[in-house]
């Protein structure tokens, strides 16, 4: 296969830019030797029924780091989300214990997966079409088909795509930035989701691009939650995050197969003055913080 090259350049210029569809990892699972995915080569994608193949198009390498949620209470101060931030908290998840897997090695072995996947959480997905959850997601990346966009008119993907090759591990990484506004503007229910902000957001790229000028030029987050319920926001980010942390541990294989390995985490989008200073921020475990690190929270 036609290995994708990689431009030095390009890269110096959109570091962290997130197209990395075969992400090398050793050590942290283990699978049987004979297994397909062990091969040197990335999945492929196909789409009804048609392989695509890498071409010649280039890669941009991401950065990704692991963080042990070793935060202070002041790194996680946010505008709008004002509870008080616990460290260390452990959702209310069914008593499930990783089994030890059958095929563990103590010699390191290559595993395919992606560590940069968005779904509807995310504010700039609006503008692409994206409406698939991070349920969709994992079942993507463990093999099953989804619908992408273009959409019809009940705002339903009509394009089919699946994997030939499931991965190996995934992790879903939302931006971190607008939890609680993306929740607001595309749920019905919601309180601000007939705010004026929100109903462009609905409308696609200029409503995405009202939002990301917020952080790009440093501008105080647009309130859009009722008076009657100030703290609309803040609730909504803190239920995104819990479902994002809520669907990594419902697709993470815990018996002793260990045929698949989930990640729960999200990108910092640091995007002042238009720059793209993006980063993956990657758990080892389901101890994380009671909000993730955002811009506005931690500028730097």
Not at 43 to 52: M, Q, T
Not at 88 to 94: K, R
Not at 282 to 298: D, K
Request: aromatic letters at 10%.
């Amino acid at each position: 296969m036609q290995m994708r090259k990689l431009n030095i350049s390009r890269m110096l210029r959109w570091v962290g830019v997130p197209l990395w569809c075969a992400v090398f990892i050793v050590g942290f699972c283990a699978c049987d030797d004979d297994s397909p995915r062990q091969d040197a080569t990335a999945p492929d994608l196909a789409e009804d029924g048609e392989l695509l193949t890498d071409g010649d198009d280039e890669l941009d390498v991401p950065d990704a780091e692991l963080s042990d949620a070793e935060l202070s209470d002041t790194d996680i101060e946010d505008v709008e989300l004002s509870d008080e931030v616990e460290l260390d908290t452990l959702p209310d998840w069914p008593d499930l214990e990783q089994e030890a897997c059958v095929e563990r090695s103590a010699l390191r072995q290559v595993f395919f997966g992606d560590l940069h996947l968005h779904t509807a959480f995310s504010f700039d997905a609006w503008a692409y079409g994206l409406r698939l959850s991070p349920d969709d997601a994992y079942r993507f990346a463990k093999g099953e088909r989804v619908n992408i966009a273009p959409l019809d008119e009940n705002g339903e993907g009509t394009r089919s795509v699946q994997l030939r090759r499931p991965l190996d591990f995934a992790m879903v990484s939302d931006h971190s930035e607008f939890f609680g506004e993306t929740a607001q503007c595309t749920e019905p229910e919601a309180a601000a989701y007939g705010h004026p902000n929100c109903q462009m957001l609905r409308e696609g790229s200029s409503g995405v691009t009202l939002f990301g000028l917020q952080f790009s030029l440093n501008s105080p987050r647009m309130p859009i939650c009722p008076s009657s319920q100030r703290d609309c926001v803040s609730q909504s980010a803190a239920k995104v995050w819990q479902e994002i942390q809520d669907a990594a541990h419902r697709h993470q294989d815990f018996s002793s197969a260990c045929s698949f390995t989930t990640f729960v985490g999200f990108e910092y989008t640091n995007t002042k003055q238009i720059s793209n200073q993006h980063r993956n921020v990657i758990f080892r475990n389901e101890r994380v913080p009671a909000r993730p690190i955002s811009y506005y929270g931690a500028r730097s």
